[in-house]
T-cell receptor, first 115, second 115 residues
Framework: DGGITQSPKYLFRKEGQNVTLSCEQN?????MYWYRQDPGQGLRLIYY???????QKGDIAEGYSVSREKKESFPLTVTSAQKNPTAFYLC??????????????FGDGTRLSIL | AQTVTQSQPEMSVQEAETVTLSCTYD???????LFWYKQPPSRQMILVIR??????QNATENRFSVNFQKAAKSFSLKISDSQLGDAAMYFC????????????FGKGTHLIIQP
């Protein structure tokens, strides 16, 4: 079955530590996205990538970094500069150009907590 | 910047009745797309319905329909014959046309279905 796989499901971070959240898709989608969800809030865009080796900052990129070396993979690193990283993180993908009405498909998410 | 506002933090409806969830948005773009996503307790994001701004006809998907008022920048979701499985958070989302930008989400409406 095609889909988006996020791992791990739960992740704990110590103070001053960087952690990386994995996102893999086998939908052959060009564009991939990372969102953050806080309790009682909607999703907010962290980073997105429309094509391999290219990515753009979203609304809340500070303290995060990404890479897009392969079409199917878009890992997110939460750095020690992110002072409030506790949240639910969702990865998504969609077909890129010419089909903007196509929805984004989401993974099952990773819950990150501070130890 | 685009904004999406959902003014109802929580709504309650009797099973088999009809409920309408409100959403307004602000944009200076003429080409855009609107979506409703459902997030059940599992936290998976599920597409409910989508609307292209250039289409005057309101989208429908089985028991779900929208009332798209472009001049008023309003995009409400109507759920007919409400079922227990409809209980979830519902998010309204906006996406600019012409590229593969991320989605801008509202803060969500928690829908409770009373048996």
């Amino acid at each position: 079955d095609g889909g988006i796989t996020q791992s791990p499901k739960y992740l704990f971070r110590k103070e001053g530590q960087n952690v990386t959240l994995s996102c893999e898709q086998n939908l052959n989608h060009d564009a991939m996205y990372w969102y953050r969800q806080d309790p009682g809030q909607g999703l907010r865009l962290i980073y997105y990538s429309q094509i391999v080796n290219d990515f753009q900052k979203g609304d809340i990129a500070e303290g995060y970094s990404v890479s897009r070396e392969k079409k199917e993979s878009f890992p997110l690193t939460v750095t020690s500069a992110q002072k409030n990283p506790t949240a639910f993180y969702l990865c998504a993908s969609s077909i890129r150009l010419g089909q903007n009405n196509q929805p984004q498909h989401f993974g099952d998410g990773t819950r990150l907590s501070i130890l | 910047a685009q904004t999406v506002t959902q003014s109802q933090p929580e709504m309650s409806v009797q099973e088999a009745e009809t409920v309408t969830l409100s959403c307004t948005y602000d944009t200076s773009e003429s080409d855009y797309y609107l979506f409703w996503y459902k997030q059940p307790p599992s936290r998976q994001m599920i597409l409910v319905i989508r609307q292209e701004a250039y289409k005057q006809q309101n989208a429908t998907e089985n028991r779900f329909s929208v009332n798209f008022q472009k001049a008023a920048k309003s995009f409400s979701l109507k759920i007919s014959d409400s079922q227990l499985g409809d209980a979830a958070m519902y998010f309204c989302a906006y996406r600019r046309g012409g590229g593969a930008d991320g989605l801008t989400f509202g803060k969500g409406t928690h829908l409770i279905i009373q048996p």
